[in-house]
Structures are given as structure tokens and as C-alpha cells.
Nanobody
Framework: QVQLVESGGGLVQAGGSLRLTCVAS??????????MGWFRQAPGKEREFVAA????????YYADSVKSRFTITRDDAKNTVSLQMTNLKPEDTAVYFC??????????????WGQGTQVTVSS
């Protein structure tokens, strides 16, 4: 069982930056070496893939809409995966979810989900 807790969401003006962090924990284990991803869901829309990172951190994947603006990284010493978001746009407004244990763009590949953190970008 993997537990995921996101943080870092908030309100920011267009062009600004935010950093989301997801802390992963596994019962009776001190490390979580699994692939992870970020998805988002805007009001009235389906949840969509944002970014993912392999278990080793050697491979990263991004949706076309966020390439060159978002960066996903992991810190295995802290069991965290972060999403650095820059040059934010109003269309980035959504609830952002952390997910494990896959690096797929398809949400059905993930078994564990966080509760989400709201990101609102004002124009």
C-alpha cells in the first residue's frame, strides 16, 4: 500500500511559478523506488496526464501542453516527487494529482493516487 500526499498548490498570476511536491510512503518500508506521475483535472473536464518519471529518475515524460514549462524530479532520499511549474497559464488551472506506480500517460496504469492539490492561475 502506497500513500501519497500532495502539497504546494495555490493561487498564482499568469506567468508565475509554483512547485508541487508529492510525498510517498509505504508501510514497513523506508524507501519508495517506484515510477510516479502527475495528472490534473480542470472543472468539467476529464483527468489528463501532465508528467511522469521512471523509478530511477532516468526517464521523464511530459504532455505536449506543458513541455518546456514543467519539470518533474524525484528525491529518493526524501521519498518525494516534485513538479516545478513555470510560465503558468490560466488553462493550467486544475486539481493536480500525484500517482504511483507507473510512468505511463494512461491513468489506468496507476494503482495509487493522492487526494489532489488545487492550482489556480489568474489572468
Amino acid at each position: 500500500q502506497v500513500q501519497l500526499v500532495e502539497s504546494g498548490g495555490g493561487l498564482v498570476q499568469a506567468g508565475g511559478s509554483l512547485r508541487l511536491t508529492c510525498v510517498a510512503s509505504v508501510r514497513a518500508s523506508s524507501s519508495v523506488d517506484i515510477a510516479m506521475g502527475w495528472f490534473r483535472q480542470a472543472p468539467g473536464k476529464e483527468r489528463e496526464f501532465v508528467a511522469a518519471i521512471s523509478w530511477s529518475g532516468g526517464s521523464t515524460y511530459y504532455a505536449d501542453s506543458v513541455k518546456s514549462r514543467f519539470t518533474i524530479t524525484r528525491d529518493d532520499a526524501k521519498n518525494t516527487v516534485s513538479l516545478q511549474m513555470t510560465n503558468l497559464k490560466p488553462e493550467d488551472t486544475a486539481v493536480y494529482f500525484c500517482a504511483a506506480d507507473s510512468d505511463s500517460e494512461y491513468e489506468t496504469a496507476y494503482d495509487y493516487w493522492g487526494q489532489g492539490t488545487q492550482v489556480t492561475v489568474s489572468s
